[in-house]
């Protein structure tokens, strides 16, 4: 009998036989996992809490002793029960993910690859018996973990686990031919009967359930983005279409289920972003380019993988289709295509007709604007006399809004079908939109198309520059000084919520948001919005307690995104300049300053170059006497709680400039806290 055959065809789980159950009593098997179960509780509150102080080696042993049990009771068990039956498995996988972990680089750290890789496979294969296995007992134990919970996946992936094993599974194609079977055949022992295993059957037993353990982890979102900020996702990509002998093409094999797993359900931006910046896409296509030992049927199922990759990506971002077109990959699939299609062999053959049923589906996510053949741009019919009607005052919208409103939202839900269901950009409309915008007929109408371009926004990053080019930034800032002339104009005496939930309020926060979201992270788009005279309205606007925090909020995203001087030197004349009472002000900006200065060395830089430290400085010497005794009138009336509050932010302002930025440090040393505190 099939050995294999016999395991995958019966249903049940390596590593989680329950041995001494019957299936014909339910009750008694019943009885069986509770005992059990409770045994594991004791064990694993006897690791937790020990008696007496245990080593590190007597700690993995005590840990080592509780997997068998646990595949036991939970091998057959849904994956619901783990977290319902037993509370403490968030610990225990932690400790079991940084047990695996543990193992797998004492086996790699300073060694070979191929001496890690037989390293690493001899300690997870299963070995003559199943319990005393203790690298399979251990990697059964996280394949049963990594079915539970996002809680599991988050804990596994906090101890580098995904990343560790990437890294094995890019090892394991420098792993030597295993034995002949002949000369060596594995007796697994278990309670009923034994069963023989070749090597090359334990190879795949063990690859099998490898792959599962990582097919389940790239299943969710934050083991991918583990993978990119470990820069171990690019070891996918390479694994995908390197060459490999022929006895570890399995191992390649499963690097492209992963990645497919991971192109299916992980691809967030930050791993887009990751995988654009690091050129994974033009990686694929320079290796197969340069495979000279591969053979026609091997380039062809990676370029499987790629295009099941790409077709993916596709629904999240267009920038991974535009990276195979710049890497030349259509150039590479067109000379492959004619090379294969002048060898007559039949491996080149069924080479062709499989990759030729391939590319079609390739044509649903093709990343060029398909434009409409002449033929089809006007009608051939008219009716004579037609003409647009012309409205006959410049309220015709207010006046009839009750019948258009509803055609707006038709139409708003239309350029919103075109962009998520067909992934086309309509740049005409948008323009259409801008002038729209500008002219601003119809506050309901404005405002509507605001949230209909911040949907299309937040759809996908590149409307970031398609509004640019386009023109609707410019727009967007003008409608913003709309905004900040209204606040201007508006009565003294008119307090903050005199506007709150007017229609111009309305319009006003919706354009703060889209202009956040357009400069997050888009240089080009901070240019142009500066020089637009976008920078000295958001700025204007920040006095204004009803829109600070949104106006602050497009100042953080303009510094972060442009690393201008003059940008975060507004920030700071801003502090410096409002009156000394005014610290809900002050301590508005210094927090939206902090954000800042806790997001990149850069603007730490920024910060000491445009004075940063002494306007902060000049904050907390504005409060001199206001905690006194004795106080001036101007400190009579204000909250003590607002003046420690300031005093909070100052000085975690001053620290995290100098955290980390020993040139920051030795200028606040030198030049401005003997200045400020010994002047005297």
């Known amino acids: 009998m099939n050995v294999m055959r016999k395991w995958w065809g019966s249903g049940s789980r390596v590593g989680g036989v329950l041995e001494g159950l019957d299936p014909a009593n339910p009750p008694a098997a019943q009885q069986h996992l509770a005992l059990g179960l409770m045994h594991l509780k004791k064990l694993f509150s006897e690791y937790s809490i020990p008696p007496h102080p245990l080593s590190e080696p007597e700690k993995e042993d005590k840990l080592y002793n509780m997997l068998p049990l646990f595949c036991k009771v939970f091998g057959a068990s849904p994956a619901s029960d783990l977290q319902e039956k037993f509370s403490e498995v968030i610990m225990f996988t932690q400790h079991v993910s940084k047990l695996m972990v543990t193992e797998i680089r004492r086996r790699a750290s300073n060694q070979s690859t191929e001496a890690a890789s037989c390293a690493i496979v001899r300690f997870l294969e299963i ?95 934050a083991p991918a983005e583990e993978l990119a900020r470990k820069d171990d996702l690019t070891l996918l990509f390479s694994a995908i279409t390197s060459w490999c002998p022929q006895h570890n093409a399995l191992w390649r094999k499963s690097a492209a289920e992963v990645l497919m797993t991971l192109s299916r359900h992980g691809l967030s931006q930050p791993v887009v972003s990751y995988i654009h910046n690091k050129g994974c896409v033009g990686l694929c296509v320079e290796n197969m380019e340069r495979g000279q030992d591969l053979s026609p049927l091997e380039i062809v199922e990676m370029f499987v993988t790629v295009f099941c990759f790409l077709k993916d990506s596709s629904e999240v971002s267009q920038t991974l289709l535009d990276d195979f077109r710049s890497s030349q990959g ?61 409205p006959s005052g410049r309220d015709v919208l207010c006046s009839s809004k009750h019948v258009l409103f509803t055609f707006q939202e038709k139409y708003f839900q239309l350029l919103e079908f075109v962009v ?126 009803e829109c600070r925090l949104q106006a602050l909020g497009v100042m953080q995203q303009l510094v972060l995104a442009s690393g201008s001087d003059d940008d975060m030197g507004s920030l700071l004349g801003l502090l410096h ?59 009579t009336a204000v909250a003590s709680r607002l003046i420690l509050t300031l005093l909070l932010n100052v000085f975690n302002t001053l620290t995290t400039a100098m955290r980390y930025e020993p040139a920051n440090a030795k200028f606040f040393h030198q030049e401005v806290s003997g200045r400020v505190f010994y002047r005297r």
């Open 420 to 545: 998520f269901q067909l992934k086309f950009v309509p740049c005409k409309e948008l323009i259409s939109l801008s002038i729209l915008l500008k002219a601003q007929h119809s506050l309901p109408c404005s405002i509507t198309c605001i949230n209909t371009l911040l949907t299309i926004l937040k759809h996908n990053a590149v409307f970031k520059d398609v509004y640019r080019e386009v023109g609707l930034l410019e727009v967007l800032v003008t409608c913003l000084t709309r905004y900040h002339e209204l606040l201007k104009t508006r009565p003294q005496q008119q307090d903050a919520a005199g506007c709150e939930g007017s229609e111009e309020e309305q319009l006003g926060f919706l354009v703060l948001e889209g202009l956040t979201y357009l400069l997050s992270g888009n240089s080009p788009n901070a240019a142009v919005f500066r020089d637009s005279g976008g920078a000295k309205c958001a700025v204007a606007l920040v006095p204004f307690l």
């Open 127 to 221: 070995d003559s018996c199943e319990e005393s296995s203790n690298g399979w007992m251990l990697l059964s134990t996280l394949n049963l973990l990594a079915a539970g919970a996002p809680q599991l996946i988050e804990v596994m992936t906090a101890a580098s686990l995904p990343s560790t094993l990437v890294k094995c599974l890019y090892l394991f194609f420098d792993l030597p031919e295993y034995e002949s079977p002949s000369t060596d055949v594995t007796t697994i022992t278990t309670d009923k009967e034994s069963t023989e295993f070749t090597p090359s059957e334990r190879r795949i037993l063990l690859q099998k359930v490898f792959v599962q353990v990582l097919v389940r982890l790239c299943s969710h979102t």
């Open 330 to 390: 259509y150039a590479f699939l067109t000379e492959f295509l004619l090379r294969l299609e002048a060898d007559k062999s039949d491996e080149s053959r069924e080479a062709l007709r499989n990759l030729v049923l391939l590319v079609s589906s390739l044509s649903y996510c093709g990343y060029m604007e398909l434009k409409p053949s002449s033929a089809s741009v006007g009608s051939l019919f008219h009716i004579q006399g037609f003409s647009l009607p012309i």
């Open 577 to 635: 300049s409002a009156p000394p009472t005014e610290l809900q002000l002050k301590i508005d900006i210094l927090k939206s300053l902090l954000v800042c200065l806790k997001e990149s060395h850069r603007t730490r830089t920024v910060f000491r170059k445009v004075g940063g430290f002494l306007y902060v400085m000049s904050a907390l010497v504005g409060l001199e006497g206001s905690l006194g005794d004795m106080l001036p009138c101007a400190w």
